[in-house]
């Protein structure tokens, strides 16, 4: 079955449940073919049953497992990929749990970006909104006031005035600008591409290059400790995981570490001499190296990645959300303050 226009690709989420479940399925005994058609008669969801009733028929007509995944057209050739590895060695429960925990761990990842710059969007777009309607709404109201009282607004209202009756003047050409604002954050935080754009803008910015920095490394030790687990060598791993990470540093890296494998270095020198890791972490991956537990390694050096990248998105916004909050109250109290004092003025020498 080949892939429809209107059939997406599963998400991060979506594949680790069902690798996930797959794998307590193998696990207890139960043939591929079987498992899907319990998965198919559990769920309730339409396009769910669709896809696993596609994989089910595929199977039931002699093909096997990975070549079923793959004509459905929803997974990632990586997980294909496995899979086939998997059936290959006699893994495949072990190969679906590494699956399911690869994928859980994007799926974080995933999510703490979306948290790290969605917050921030929204309060800059708010407040664009609320500084416009101010200057466009508010302060021609006490314009008339002043007039009224038979003085002008000067300075900085006045200004800002001026500002508001150029906008209103234009104020087909602000839609249209609050439109696209509106259009370039749905664009970033919805669509694959826009979300790839936004990363990459990420890895470029200062203040949040380490950060992406980091969650690469994150999906690096992710996707070594799926391929080690399945007992996959360490050179063919780093070809596999070159696939799964986004930035073009990270991928460099890669190809300097297999280059340095190939030159005789050991895989825990060569993963700190190309910076994949810092010393610390190359100095656990050397313990694992040594007690033929690399794998373990590589999920402690993922989960603790998992776990400081967390906290510094968290710290990330905690910072941003006062901060932006601040910056409004301050442009929102200006713009009033600079109104009302000359009007209190006004009304305190006519009393």
């Given at each position: 079955?080949?892939?429809?226009?209107?059939?997406?690709?599963?998400?991060?989420?979506?594949?680790?449940?069902?690798?996930?479940?797959?794998?307590?399925?193998?696990?207890?005994?139960?043939?591929?073919?079987?498992?899907?058609?319990?998965?198919?008669?559990?769920?309730?969801?339409?396009?769910?049953?669709?896809?696993?009733?596609?994989?089910?028929?595929?199977?039931?007509?002699?093909?096997?497992?990975?070549?079923?995944?793959?004509?459905?057209?929803?997974?990632?050739?990586?997980?294909?990929?496995?899979?086939?590895?998997?059936?290959?060695?006699?893994?495949?429960?072990?190969?679906?749990?590494?699956?399911?925990?690869?994928?859980?761990?994007?799926?974080?990842?995933?999510?703490?970006?979306?948290?790290?710059?969605?917050?921030?969007?929204?309060?800059?777009?708010?407040?664009?909104?609320?500084?416009?309607?101010?200057?466009?709404?508010?302060?021609?109201?006490?314009?008339?006031?002043?007039?009224?009282?038979?003085?002008?607004?000067?300075?900085?209202?006045?200004?800002?005035?001026?500002?508001?009756?150029?906008?209103?003047?234009?104020?087909?050409a602000l839609v249209i600008?609050?439109?696209?604002?509106?259009?370039?954050?749905?664009?970033?935080?919805?669509?694959?591409?826009?979300?790839?754009?936004?990363?990459?803008?990420?890895?470029?910015?200062?203040?949040?290059?380490?950060?992406?920095?980091?969650?690469?490394?994150?999906?690096?030790?992710s996707g070594m400790v799926?391929?080690?687990?399945?007992?996959?060598?360490?050179?063919?791993?780093?070809?596999?995981?070159?696939?799964?990470?986004?930035?073009?540093?990270?991928?460099?890296?890669?190809?300097?570490?297999?280059?340095?494998?190939?030159?005789?270095?050991?895989?825990?020198?060569?993963?700190?001499?190309?910076?994949?890791?810092?010393?610390?972490?190359?100095?656990?991956?050397?313990?694992?190296?040594?007690?033929?537990?690399?794998?373990?390694?590589?999920?402690?050096?993922?989960?603790?990645?998992?776990?400081?990248?967390?906290?510094?998105?968290?710290?990330?916004?905690?910072?941003?959300?006062?901060?932006?909050?601040?910056?409004?109250?301050?442009?929102?109290?200006?713009?009033?303050?600079?109104?009302?004092?000359?009007?209190?003025?006004?009304?305190?020498?006519?009393?």
């Open positions: 079955m080949k892939k429809t226009d209107n059939q997406k690709s599963l998400n991060s989420y979506e594949i680790s449940s069902f690798c996930r479940q797959m794998a307590l399925l193998l696990k207890a005994g139960i043939a591929p073919v079987d498992g899907v058609d319990i998965l198919t008669n559990d769920t309730k969801d339409g396009s769910a049953k669709k896809i696993l009733g596609a994989i089910s028929q595929t199977l039931r007509s002699g093909e096997k497992f990975h070549v079923a995944l793959s004509m459905s057209g929803v997974f990632p050739d990586y997980v294909v990929h496995m899979v086939t590895i998997g059936e290959a060695s006699g893994n495949m429960d072990v190969v679906m749990d590494s699956l399911a925990d690869y994928y859980e761990r994007e799926d974080n990842i995933q999510e703490s970006v979306k948290n790290a710059i969605s917050y921030p969007l929204i309060m800059i777009f708010m407040m664009l909104v609320i500084v416009t309607v101010l200057v466009v709404k508010v302060l021609p109201i006490f314009e008339q006031v002043f007039a009224q009282l038979g003085t002008g607004m000067s300075g900085f209202s006045q200004s800002l005035l001026n500002l508001g009756s150029t906008l209103n003047k234009y104020s087909f600008l609050l439109v696209l604002v509106a259009f370039f954050f749905l664009y970033f935080a919805l669509t694959e591409s826009g979300k790839r754009n936004f990363k990459k803008v990420m890895i470029k910015f200062a203040p949040t290059k380490r950060l992406m920095q980091e969650l690469e490394s994150e999906r690096f030790a799926l391929t080690l687990s399945s007992g996959i060598d360490t050179y063919e791993s780093l070809s596999l995981v070159k696939k799964l990470v986004e930035s073009n540093e990270m991928r460099s890296k890669i190809d300097e570490c297999r280059e340095l494998l190939m030159e005789g270095d050991s895989f825990p020198e060569a993963l700190e001499k190309s910076t994949i890791f810092s010393s610390f972490y190359s100095q656990m991956v050397s313990v694992g190296f040594k007690s033929g537990s690399m794998d373990k390694a590589m999920k402690q050096i993922a989960e603790k990645y998992e776990r400081d990248t967390g906290r510094r998105i968290h710290s990330l916004i905690s910072v941003l959300e006062p901060t932006l909050v601040i910056i409004l109250s301050v442009i929102v109290g200006m713009i009033l303050m600079s109104v009302i004092l000359p009007l209190m003025g006004i009304m305190t020498n006519i009393g």
